[in-house]
């Protein structure tokens, strides 16, 4: 049986073939033991999704952006929750749990997720997400196989960020994936002064500006510290 350790040995292992990112390797090697199409890793705080650290194809990276940009889906249910989200068939089930998140994922030819929370106590660290392009469940030898890749995760974000220094900030192999996030807090903080509204709120009217206008939120989020982009009220109306 696959162990944490043979996962974390293999990954640690280098070749000239091989992604120079670990995070990256793991998602790979999950892929590979798992029938699944792909797999996406995502770092995640009480704040919600921070940004993608790992993924094997285009639909995994899709995927994982589509849950950063709407602040819904299975990765950040799990992280909430602190257990496995299994969704084998997302045409059935997704529109209905998630609005926005659903059709677009669906569109993106993502048709079953299973999201397994990175999270060490209380504290959330990430979710590892499989995915597969036609609906079907893991079976129950999958899951425990998937389980102990999301172990294997855990460890080996914890094993990154330990190199760091106090004032260091993120591992490289960590900080590529969340570098645009900071951007989409500051434009948080100014849509909640032009608009008077709370944080919260104003996240929301980010997210759904973004999602109206088909836009990424990282160039949504670009435009307003840039001031190309104010929002005047709570009714989320806004102005070039």
Do not use: K
């Amino acid at each position: 049986m696959t162990t944490v350790r043979d996962i974390l040995v293999s990954i640690l292992s280098d070749t000239p073939e091989r992604p120079a990112s670990l995070p990256q390797r793991l998602c790979s090697a999950a892929a590979s033991s798992l029938t699944v199409t792909g797999v996406g890793m995502a770092m995640m705080t009480d704040r919600g999704h921070e940004g993608v650290v790992g993924a094997t194809d285009g639909a995994a990276r899709t995927m994982e952006d589509l849950q950063f940009s709407l602040g819904e889906g299975p990765c950040l249910d799990a992280s909430t929750q602190g257990r496995p989200v299994l969704q084998p068939d997302l045409a059935r089930t997704a529109p209905q749990r998630w609005l926005g998140f659903g059709p677009a994922v669906l569109e993106a030819g993502v048709a079953a997720i299973f999201a397994f929370p990175l999270n060490i106590g209380g504290i959330r660290l990430g979710v590892l997400d499989l995915y597969r392009d036609t609906p079907g469940n893991l079976d129950q030898a999958e899951v425990r196989v998937a389980l102990t890749y999301a172990d294997a995760a855990s460890v080996l974000l914890l094993h990154l960020q330990s190199q760091m220094g106090p004032d260091e900030g993120l591992h490289p192999q960590l900080a590529d994936g969340v570098s645009g996030r900071p951007e989409v807090h500051q434009a948080t903080g100014m849509i909640s002064v032009q608009a008077a509204v709370g944080l919260t709120e104003a996240l929301l009217l980010l997210r759904a500006h973004a999602f109206a206008h088909d836009r990424p939120i990282i160039d949504v989020a670009h435009d307003v510290v840039q001031r190309r982009l104010r929002f005047a009220d709570v009714r989320g109306e806004d102005d070039r």
